[in-house]
């Protein structure tokens, strides 16, 4: 069955770059079926969409960070990854990888299968 | 930016449904899902494409959308049914993911 596992380091300075791998087990991560993305969640705070990646390396980003973010997907080694740069305090979250089944173009399309999430604290 | 508004707590007697709501001006075009998480745990999706449920989650566990307003509701809601709700969808364009604010759902 498959799992997803996030790793990258914990703490993080302002200003600096922000960077998470997810690791896919269990099943292909290049099937044409599913997307993959990343969501986020402040301390007590609500889910966040970051972006999401598709098979063919389409990206789409949440507007307010798309300057900042950049999605990859590293299919022989069965990762995809998430870089956040310039970081502040505000970025301080659990990050959850995610498999994002989309019905079709257009549609968010479900997070059906999620990594326990990594705490993320940017600090100075 | 698009927005999907949940109230922020519903609150329910074990055994009574629960319904919570989620509204969007996409959402006449867009489906609707719905993701369950509870303390210090990841999300589990519940309902996904407005009515339809993945395996393994009770079927007591209902989903539907009507115009801009989609809801989820819990048939007998259980004590264990206790968590954070969340609504996803897509905006207008379909580019962008957006999540509810989430409702807290309280059965006692």
């Known amino acids: 069955q498959l799992q997803l596992q996030e790793s990258g380091p914990g703490l993080v300075k302002p200003s600096e770059t922000l960077s998470l791998t997810c690791t896919v087990s269990g099943g292909s991560i290049s099937s044409s079926s599913y997307f993959w993305g990343w969501v986020r969640q402040p301390p007590g705070k609500g889910l966040e969409w970051i972006g999401t990646?598709?098979?063919?390396?389409?990206?789409y980003y949440k507007p307010s960070l798309r300057s900042r973010v950049t999605i990859s997907v590293y299919t022989s080694e069965k990762q995809f990854s998430l870089r956040l740069t310039s970081v502040t305090a505000a970025d301080t979250a659990v990050y959850y990888c995610?498999?994002?089944?989309?019905?079709?173009?257009?549609?968010?399309?479900?997070?059906?299968?999620w990594g326990k999430g990594t705490l993320v604290t940017v600090y100075s | 930016s698009y927005e999907l508004t949940q109230p922020p707590s519903v609150s329910v007697s074990p055994g009574q449904a629960a319904r919570i709501t989620c509204s969007g001006d996409?959402?006449?075009?867009?489906?609707a899902y719905w993701y369950q998480q509870k303390s210090g745990q990841a999300p589990v999706l519940v309902i996904y494409e407005d009515d339809r449920r993945p395996s393994g989650i009770p079927e007591r566990f209902s989903g539907s959308s009507s115009g801009t307003l989609a809801t989820l509701t819990i048939s007998g809601a259980q004590v264990e049914d206790e968590a954070d709700y969340y609504c996803?969808?897509?905006?207008?364009?379909?580019?962008?993911?957006?999540f509810g604010g989430g409702t807290k759902l309280t059965v006692l």
């Open positions: 996409a959402l006449p075009r867009k489906y």
């Open positions: 996803s969808s897509a905006d207008s364009s379909g580019n962008d993911r957006v």
């Open positions: 995610a498999r994002n089944v989309v019905p079709t173009y257009g549609e968010a399309g479900a997070f059906d299968i």
């Open positions: 990646i598709d098979f063919d390396g389409r990206t």
